[in-house]
């Protein structure tokens, strides 16, 4: 199994520029999740989808839309960057079965919005 | 919403020392939580976890404790090692959404 992968690895951006980062699991996963992380701090959830078809906004949604058409793939817009999107983007994908959870992460899309 | 604190945002300790790590939780009804390790340039990996309706939980050199009275979670590491060296989150988990804090970092002095 890949796990969780993301591409690209980097990406540089212009103010206004839209992008998309990509996300992918083969472990078929219900949950896939997407967040961000800036320098000295935790992670903060962007979006989650909990299903194909199913997606919610989590903590720090705006300027960011997700779909979830298969299982597998979990795309995260960005529709007109900003320098305040500059961060470190981690998919991640899990699963909640039986009473056990655990969520594996990709290695990060580092994003830099000038 | 769910908040999460740990008590120290930086833990220094030599090398062979065990290393204790708290957390605080805001939800009573996070109904599983997670210690995840984070090395620089890196995702965050799990480490161990437990349910809310456990109080111990042992894994290879960590333990983990909960208590749900004081929303309380202890990371346990026995005999730290240099690779030990990270951020540590601890994550409360319900109905399948995480929230992470902060995180602690931990230095271990060879």
């Known amino acids: 199994n890949a796990g969780v992968t993301q591409t690209p690895k980097f990406q540089v951006l212009k103010t206004g520029q839209s992008m998309t980062l990509q996300c992918a699991q083969d472990?078929?996963?219900?949950?896939m999740s997407w967040y961000r992380q800036d320098p000295g701090m935790g992670l903060r959830l962007i979006h989650y989808?909990?299903?194909?078809?199913?997606?919610d906004q989590g903590e720090v949604p705006n300027g960011y839309n997700v779909s979830r058409s298969t299982t597998e793939d979990f795309p995260l817009r960005l529709l007109s960057a900003a320098p305040s999107q500059t961060s470190v983007y981690f998919c991640?994908?899990?699963?909640?079965?039986?009473?056990?959870?655990?969520?594996?992460f990709g290695p990060g899309t580092r994003l830099t919005v000038l | 919403g769910e908040s999460v604190g740990l008590h120290l945002p930086t833990l220094s300790v030599q090398e062979g020392d065990n290393s204790i790590i708290n957390c605080a939780y805001s939800?009573?009804?996070?109904?599983?939580f997670i210690w995840y390790k984070q090395e620089s340039g890196k995702g965050p990996q799990f480490i161990i976890d437990?349910?809310?309706?456990?109080d111990k939980r042992q894994g290879q050199r960590v333990t983990v404790l909960l208590n749900k009275t004081v929303k309380h979670l202890s990371l346990q590491i026995a005999a730290t090692q240099p690779g030990d060296s990270a951020v540590y989150f601890c994550?409360?988990?319900?109905?399948?959404?995480?929230?992470f804090g902060d995180g602690t970092t931990l230095t271990v002095k060879p």
């Open positions: 991640a994908s899990s699963y909640s079965r039986g009473g056990e959870h655990e969520q594996f």
């Open positions: 472990m078929n996963h219900e949950y």
């Open positions: 989808s909990v299903g194909a078809g199913i997606t």
């Open positions: 939800n009573s009804a996070s109904d599983y």
């Open positions: 437990i349910r809310s309706n456990m």
């Open positions: 994550v409360p988990i319900n109905a399948g959404k995480s929230t």
